[in-house]
């Protein structure tokens, strides 16, 4: 891990250290001690701009949160057909994913023995309900086939989706978060659409 100079620090990079760190430790293995080390500043400074680790938490789950709820403000995702809009949100859930795949890596894996894992966890239930409803409205519409049990379909996309953040690692030299979002859109929609 590299550690950031002292001279360089600012909130947003200490930001980025808790966020590596949580994931690798795990937030309930991760002390101020391990922030300190990592953002190679004193526990004194950290606290100087945070209440401690929790606060840091908050920020880094709410990032991804704020990033996932704004696709659905997004015109794209609230005007046209239902399948339309769900396409849209489904191929943006995948950009974000990989824009901030370490913000949206510890959210993933926020388990709810905090309040703020508490609120993350529902926050991301109230997406996913949003989510969930599109895909009702487009089967609704007939634009989903109807011998596909939604929470079923909604709990396989999901599954498809948040499983990016075990496998994708952007090294330049692979698939590029368009590229990752054109394989699950394909994937999904082809396998969730009626034929007419």
Do not use: C
């Not at 550690?3 to 590596?20: F, G, N």
């Not at 403000?73 to 824009?99: F, K, N, T, W």
Request: aromatic residues 6%.
């Amino acid at each position: 891990m590299t550690t950031a100079k002292r001279d360089t620090y600012t909130p947003e990079t200490l930001l980025s250290v808790a966020v590596q760190v949580f994931n690798e430790r795990g937030y309930d293995g991760t002390s101020m001690e391990h922030l300190s080390r990592a953002a190679g500043i004193s526990k004194s400074s950290i606290y100087h701009h945070v209440s401690g680790k929790e606060e840091l938490l908050r920020r880094a789950v709410s990032r991804a949160l704020d990033q996932l709820f704004g696709i659905l403000d997004e015109e794209p995702a609230r005007v046209g057909r239902a399948v339309q809009r769900l396409e849209h949100v489904v191929r943006r859930m995948v950009e974000v994913l990989i824009a901030d795949l370490p913000y949206v890596t510890l959210l993933l894996r926020v388990r709810g023995n905090t309040d703020t894992e508490r609120w993350a966890l529902e926050r991301r239930r109230d997406f996913d309900h949003r989510v969930a409803e599109l895909l009702k409205a487009a089967a609704a519409d007939g634009d989903v086939r109807g011998d596909v049990e939604m929470r079923l379909a909604t709990r396989l996309v999901f599954g498809m989706i948040n499983s990016i953040v075990e496998w994708y690692r952007p090294d330049g030299r692979g698939m590029g978060e368009r590229e990752v979002s054109e394989a699950v859109a394909h994937l999904v929609f082809s396998g969730l659409r009626a034929q007419h």
